[in-house]
């Protein structure tokens, strides 16, 4: 047995270094043929080779040109190998071979991961491997230490286009999620915050987190008492109000979360009855919009605004807390009408609000499967999750990745629906809150 685990290991072994190899030559291979910048530093050494030795043996005597050409031949290969080094990952293979040794992360013969690929996007990373057989949740097991020797922060592991490549996104350094971040008025003035349609979420590894309501109309937000929820639906509202959206707001939780401020800004409404008319009135607008965008080729609002005078408005229907207004536990067959009626209005909302500029923005602490139909959950193209247990993660997510990703006492963290970790921003709603907006309350 140990004659034959010996040679095993020799063999695999003898194949470890041609497979690193041709991992280098393929990648070095491919930024060849995409990086123009490349092509022409490698031209650009050709040519310096070829005019040197051209020159030297027109100039110098037989010996002078030997030693001369020897030179120049030998900035050429110079050049050439750290260009290879460089542009193959080379230099990165080698690095990423000694930190997972000096970790002991290898695979059951030795052998630790090999490095295909690094792509860098500002200050992202994504890092391709060879996972040698070492299964995922190895490496989630050992993230800390992946972290700590190769100087990155690790925002998600996951497998490539198949079982043997694993996926690490991340960033350079040390990225706190512990800190704040701070909104700024600034925020609001650069081009992103410009767009109509695009609203900011936080802060992740990658950057600034921003969804497009045109991309994602509809956002759906879950996570446990305390995890930060409200901080983030707040958030966007906030940004939906400076921009001069229609905000209606359906808070059953007598208030507590929300400030006159909001009230100036904002509709609300507090009970059953008020919440079915706004809801028919919002799908009576969104009627209207749909003849009038018919009937004169218009493909969807931004259409619309791009071509006419009067501009449309977006329109938000938003809800603190999900399961106060749609929780049928112990009410009677006649009390459960109208709860039913405001889940097909919600739906409908949701199948065709998208192209009418109609956007529902919920949120749900409980994590009951009931409260959220399948009909309005299909329809919901974003979902966040605080921190949460594994019920509510797989509810919201479709995974118990929130349960896993988020610190028990963590808030203001969330995982969105791609799997990336951010921290919401932190604002100051007396002097952040700018635009118009509706007027008045309903009761």
């Not at 949740?137 to 800390?144: Q, Y």
Request: hydrophobic share 35%; proline share 2%; glycine share 8%.
């Amino acid at each position: 047995m140990k004659k034959n685990s010996t040679e095993n290991q020799e063999s695999s072994g003898n194949i470890y270094v041609p497979t690193r190899l041709r991992y280098r030559f393929s990648t070095f291979c491919k930024r060849l043929k995409n990086d123009g910048f490349f092509q022409k530093l490698l031209l650009l050494i050709i040519v310096i080779v070829i005019c040197g030795n051209y020159i030297i043996s027109r100039s110098q005597d037989s010996f002078e040109q030997i030693q001369s050409n020897l030179l120049i031949l030998s900035f050429g290969v110079l050049s050439l190998v750290i260009l290879f080094g460089l542009y193959s990952d080379g230099f990165l293979d080698v690095k990423y071979y000694d930190a997972f040794l000096s970790i002991g992360f290898k695979n059951s013969i030795g052998i630790p991961p090999i490095l295909i690929c690094q792509q860098k996007i500002d200050n992202s990373v994504i890092i391709l491997f060879d996972n040698v057989g070492i299964p995922l949740s190895d490496w989630e097991r050992h993230k800390d230490n992946i972290e700590s020797t190769l100087n990155i922060s690790i925002s998600q592991i996951q497998y490539g286009k198949n079982y043997r490549q694993i996926i690490v996104k991340g960033c350079q350094g040390k990225f706190d999620f512990s800190k704040n971040f701070i909104w700024s008025s600034k925020q609001e003035n650069d081009n992103q915050s410009k767009n109509d349609s695009l609203l900011i979420l936080g802060e992740s590894i990658f950057g600034r987190l921003c969804i497009s309501l045109n991309d994602y109309p509809h956002i759906l937000i879950g996570g446990a008492t305390g995890s930060g929820k409200t901080l983030l639906l707040k958030l966007m509202l906030m940004q939906c109000i400076n921009k001069d959206y229609i905000v209606n707001i359906a808070d059953f939780k007598g208030g507590v979360d929300f400030g006159r401020i909001w009230e100036n800004h904002c509709t609300f409404v507090t009970d059953i009855s008020n919440t079915t008319k706004k809801l028919d009135e919002i799908i009576f607008e969104l009627e209207n919009r749909k003849k009038l965008y018919a009937q004169n080729g218009y493909k969807n609002i931004s259409d619309y605004n791009e071509h006419e005078l009067i501009k449309h408005k977006r329109i938000i229907f938003a809800c603190d807390e999900l399961a106060e207004l749609l929780d049928t536990t112990g009410l009677s067959t006649k009390e459960k009408e109208p709860i039913k009626k405001i889940q097909n209005q919600l739906s409908s909302l949701a199948r065709l609000g998208r192209a009418f500029g109609i956007h529902l923005i919920l949120a749900t602490q409980r994590p009951d499967a009931n409260i959220i139909s399948g009909q309005i959950k299909n329809n919901i193209s974003y979902k966040i999750c605080g921190r949460a247990d594994q019920v509510l993660s797989q509810i919201i997510l479709d995974n118990t990745d929130a349960s896993t990703y988020i610190p028990s006492d963590s808030k203001g963290l969330f995982l969105n629906q791609d799997g990336t970790l951010f921290k919401a921003y932190l604002f100051d709603e007396t002097t952040d809150i700018q635009g118009g907006g509706r007027m008045h309350t309903e009761q």
